[in-house]
């Protein structure tokens, strides 16, 4: 395998990018970023000096990830959804010292148009709908929408909603995968990764 970089596209010395990775036209990866293997970056995508990028993670057109954001492995982001690093930004004040950490973890996905306030964690498989904005911590698996967003179910690994309780306990298998899910206490968990 080897690396796909559009002839548009600016790479910064420096960038680590991993093998079988895509960057397509008016990308601009700047020096410091580290982004995985697999990876496809859609046009006019930006990464930030000190963003990490897993595998498999796909950013899709229009989409600028910021320092202080880290995407862990197989990350949808959807088009020109929105990612920030300074909670209450002033064109006269700077702020670069006072980014706050936003962090994205395995499998989740950023549906078109959503805004990921910094300074949150998006749990594992969560799923943030087209336009939702989420201003605190996502649990993993689960189902976001609206402004603010707020929980409205629960999401397989396969991205197919399940059939729980949004609280208390239950216990349901995806049909497309055959794996089992349960909610216990309001925390979902595949019991058959």
């Known amino acids: 395998m080897s690396i796909t970089i559009h002839p548009s596209a600016i790479v910064d010395d420096g960038a680590q990018i ?3 990775s895509r960057i397509w036209h008016f990308v601009h990866v700047c020096a410091g970023a580290r982004i995985g293997r697999g990876c496809s970056l859609g046009q006019n995508v930006f990464v930030g000096n000190r963003v990490v990028i897993g595998d498999n993670v796909k950013i899709q057109n229009n989409v600028s990830v910021y320092d202080n954001v880290k995407l862990e492995d ?3 982001c959807g088009p020109s959804m929105v990612f920030t690093n300074v909670y209450n930004p002033r064109s006269a004040v700077s702020r670069k010292d006072e980014y706050r950490d936003t962090l994205v973890k395995r499998g989740a996905t950023l549906g078109a148009n959503s805004t990921i306030v910094c300074g949150t964690t998006i749990g594992e498989y969560a799923f943030v709908a087209a ?4 201003n605190r911590d996502v649990k993993p ?10 929980q409205i179910g629960w999401m397989s690994q396969f991205g197919e909603r399940l059939d729980l309780p949004l609280e208390g306990n239950g216990k349901t298998i995806c049909q497309h995968t055959g794996k089992t899910y349960q909610l216990e206490d309001g925390h979902c968990t595949c019991l058959n990764p």
């Open 131 to 134: 336009g939702a904005v989420v």
């Open 141 to 150: 698996y689960a189902l976001m929408a609206g402004v603010p967003a707020r």
């Open 18 to 20: 991993g093998d079988g």
């Open 74 to 76: 197989d990350v949808f």
